[in-house]
């Protein structure tokens, strides 16, 4: 805990005069309405820039909240919180407590007292914004974050701090979810352990596999001993054990587990612990960024694992894998949380805009039957012939027709669609190119996410609903015409990317960072003050 000038209620004026002047300096000695106009004047000089801390001290009448003689606990709790500050990876040198109990120390007049109520205050305040919902606003550093963080008022958390017990207030900042609490434990682990060394010297970029042996296994093995996968042998043989660590190690790096070390799993491998520690930073950051309550029942698509799991009471009960958008501006799939209300079976596709002008119009130019498959319709929703059609007098900002697939086996959108109405028409959906999900980074649609197993998952979501979930969506599939089931209750649809997050069991796991989002938060978070690994010097 910090250490703080111990203000307390003097039993007599001459006991305060005598504290004071310890305090403040001979300024204390000042007439008390003198003393009271200094820092009045000096509070409301200090807060003029922020008009939610201006308008709090000129509603109570500039009474002290930090800097007065019962103020002693307020300051102890914020001081010792703002110390701890770095446990959040937060930017520390932006509320300094080391500053500002030094600042107590050295206030020599009243103007000084109420300069440094401010800086209490604000300190408070971009303390409480930062833990709490974030350093960072998402989509000013991607346009693809979507995410609406709700910030809390200035003023109205300065008005629950002054109601509320100053510990408690303070403890009830930070994100209070299993996965906050891991990402924490995991910061220190990893700080402690760079601060030892770290892992030791990689293990190579020759592929290796069981049965091999030399120096380059010996590396490897040195590797997974100290990274915590394979218990100290002497073994100078790929053998059967460092084949299950290699195994183990692929399955919390969401990797084929073949117990193979190939190029793919020695690049993982060999990544060091500070860049792991950058990702379990950023992941800090983003679940500041989530809602409080998912849902007790909600679809959780991360998109650098490539899976859309159904979780119920905090277990997943159905996974399946996902395809999401391509590494590119204009087709990554973008963060954001919704509510799906219902779903689309046997679907009809309606080709994006961006689609139709960018990819279809050109080939439709050089042969107007290209894409047959393809409906070609007006602004009023008529199919027109191809024939009536001089597609060369059209460019991608005056094209006056859309294209629109009917429904289908071959259909792109597959035998059903997921929908959760937002601005960026972004939903799940079925798709006929199964051979995608073999693969193991699968960043390859327009933005929209496809799943591996899109009938299973649509009777997961019916089941609440129906005894027959099977049947249900059976009735519906055999009439071959598109039409739309509802959800009984809608369900939260949570689009995410963590490249680090806790395993249901807590154990870490880690993906790659496919649209480089984690690089170009850190950026932000580093320009913002968050200082990876704190000098001790």
């Known amino acids: 805990m910090a250490p703080t000038i111990p203000f307390r209620p003097a039993p007599a004026r001459a006991a305060w005069v005598m504290l004071a002047a310890l305090v403040f300096g001979l300024a204390a000695l000042m007439p008390a309405r003198a003393q009271d106009a200094a820092f009045r004047q000096a509070v409301a000089e200090a807060a003029a820039g922020d008009a939610a801390v201006a308008g709090f001290y000129r509603d109570s009448g500039y009474a002290a909240l930090w800097t007065g003689a019962d103020d002693a606990d307020r300051r102890a709790a914020l001081l010792a919180v703002l110390a701890r500050a770095q446990d959040h990876a937060l930017p520390v040198s932006r509320y300094d407590a080391a500053a500002l109990t030094a600042a107590f120390r050295t206030a020599a007049s009243e103007r000084d007292r109420g300069r440094l109520e401010v800086a209490m205050t604000t300190a408070l305040l971009d303390y409480a914004r930062d833990v709490q919902t974030g350093v960072l606003v998402p989509k000013k550093v991607d346009p693809g974050m979507l995410r609406e963080v709700a910030v809390v008022d200035r003023r109205q958390q300065l008005d629950a701090f002054l109601a509320a017990e100053p510990v408690a207030f303070l403890r009830a900042l930070p994100p209070h979810s299993p996965v906050y609490a891991a990402l924490m434990r995991e910061r220190m682990r990893l700080a402690a352990l760079i601060a030892r060394g770290g892992w030791g010297p990689g293990a190579g970029d020759r592929p290796l596999a069981p049965g091999d042996g030399g120096a380059a296994v010996v590396a490897l093995r040195d590797r997974l001993v100290t990274m915590g996968y394979l218990r100290p042998t002497a073994s100078a043989v790929y053998d059967t054990g460092m084949e299950a660590a290699v195994r183990r190690f692929q399955i919390d790096h969401g990797l084929p587990p073949d117990g193979v070390a190939g190029e793919t799993t020695l690049v993982e491998i060999n990544v060091p612990p500070e860049a792991r520690l950058q990702s379990v930073v950023v992941a800090m950051e983003r679940e500041r960024w989530m809602p409080d309550d998912l849902g007790p029942r909600h679809?959780?698509?991360?998109?650098?694992?490539?899976?859309?799991?159904?979780?119920?009471?905090?277990?997943?009960?159905?996974?399946?894998?996902?395809?999401?958008?391509?590494?590119?501006?204009?087709q990554r799939t973008p963060e954001f949380s919704d509510m799906m209300e219902y779903m689309v079976v046997n679907p009809s596709w309606s080709v994006p805009r961006s689609i139709t002008t960018k990819e279809y119009l050109p080939l439709l130019q050089r042969n107007p039957n290209a894409a047959a498959h393809l409906k070609i319709v007006d602004r009023a929703g008529n199919v027109v012939s191809r024939g009536a059609i001089?597609?060369?007098?059209?460019?991608?900002?005056?094209?006056?027709?859309?294209?629109?697939?009917?429904?289908?086996?071959?259909?792109?959108?597959?035998?059903?669609?997921?929908?959760?109405?937002?601005?960026?028409?972004?939903?799940?959906?079925?798709?006929?190119?199964?051979?995608?999900f073999a693969n193991d980074v699968r960043a390859y649609s327009h933005g929209c996410i496809r799943l591996a197993d899109p009938v299973d998952f649509a009777h997961a979501l019916l089941a609440p609903q129906t005894d027959d979930p099977e049947g249900l969506f059976a009735s519906y599939l055999k009439t071959g015409a598109e039409a739309g089931l509802r959800l009984a209750a809608p369900v939260p649809v949570h689009l995410v990317y963590f490249t680090a997050y806790p395993s249901s069991k807590g154990r870490m796991?880690?993906?790659?960072?496919?649209?480089?989002?984690?690089?170009?938060?850190?950026?932000?978070?580093?320009?913002?003050?968050?200082?990876?690994?704190?000098?001790?010097?």
């Open 299 to 330: 679809i959780w698509v991360n998109l650098p694992d490539f899976t859309a799991v159904i979780v119920d009471h905090g277990r997943a009960t159905f996974s399946t894998r996902a395809v999401v958008g391509k590494n590119q501006p204009d």
């Open 390 to 436: 001089d597609f060369r007098r059209y460019t991608a900002a005056n094209f006056p027709y859309s294209m629109r697939q009917a429904p289908s086996d071959s259909n792109a959108l597959g035998k059903v669609k997921f929908i959760f109405p937002n601005p960026w028409n972004i939903y799940l959906h079925d798709t006929p190119q199964k051979a995608l």
């Open 509 to 537: 796991t880690w993906r790659r960072d496919v649209y480089g989002r984690d690089a170009a938060i850190f950026a932000a978070l580093a320009e913002a003050g968050v200082v990876l690994i704190p000098d001790q010097g």
